[in-house]
Structures are given as structure tokens and as C-alpha cells.
């Protein structure tokens, strides 16, 4: 059974950083290309980085470039989440998806983790 657990969201002001964890089970890990998506309240979800089952090639949202930075450690399971330099307009709940293809959306996800940013 595929299962993919956040955590690390929290409350923070604008202008700090927070870093999520993603941990996954139930399939190999490393085949697979990971994501992050986002979920601002009463907004579409935003994918907003993802990463190759191999590390080489990482994508990320306009909306983050430059401030977030995604990775993964495929022996411990796990993909994460650097985010600096959090704006008002990063709050979401934030989850992980694994990608059956570079091009396509997830086809499972966890539960998310919510990050609040806010004075």
C-alpha cells in the first residue's frame, strides 16, 4: 500500500524558512519522480517543484523559483522541501505526490502538511 507522510508545516513569519519532509512506503522509492504541490484556501492546487527519481533534474513553480528548493534522499525514503523566504501568499497545505512520468500529475498523495505564514 503506498503511503506518503508530510510534516515540518507550521506557523512563521514572513521572510523565514521552514523545510517539509515527505516520507514514502510501499513502493520503490527510488523509480519513481516525487513532487510537491500546494493548496492555498479556496484556490486550484500548484504544483510547485518536483525531482527525478535520480536527482538530476529538479523543476520548480515561477512562483517559488529562487526561494524553495526540493531534494530527496532515496535511502531514507524521504523528498523535501527548503522554502525561504516565505511570503503571506505561500500559505497552503503543502503535500507530496509520486509521478507515474516527468509530465503528468500525481497518482497518489499524502494528507499535506499546513504552512501558515503570517506577522
Known amino acids: 500500500q503506498v503511503q506518503l507522510v508530510e510534516s515540518g508545516g507550521g506557523l512563521v513569519q514572513p521572510g523565514g524558512s521552514l523545510k517539509l519532509s515527505c516520507v514514502a512506503d510501499g513502493f520503490p522509492f527510488k523509480a519513481y519522480h516525487m513532487s510537491w504541490y500546494r493548496q492555498p484556501p479556496g484556490k486550484e492546487p500548484e504544483q510547485v517543484a518536483r525531482?527525478?527519481?535520480?536527482?538530476?533534474?529538479?523543476s520548480y513553480a515561477d512562483s517559488v523559483k529562487g526561494r524553495f528548493s526540493i531534494s530527496r534522499d532515496n535511502a531514507k525514503n524521504t523528498i523535501y522541501l527548503q522554502m525561504n523566504s516565505l511570503k503571506v501568499e505561500d500559505t497552503a497545505l503543502y503535500y507530496c505526490g509520486r509521478l507515474q512520468s516527468w509530465a503528468t500529475t500525481y497518482d497518489y498523495r499524502g494528507q499535506g502538511t499546513q504552512v501558515t505564514v503570517s506577522s
Open positions: 525531482i527525478t527519481s535520480s536527482t538530476i533534474t529538479e
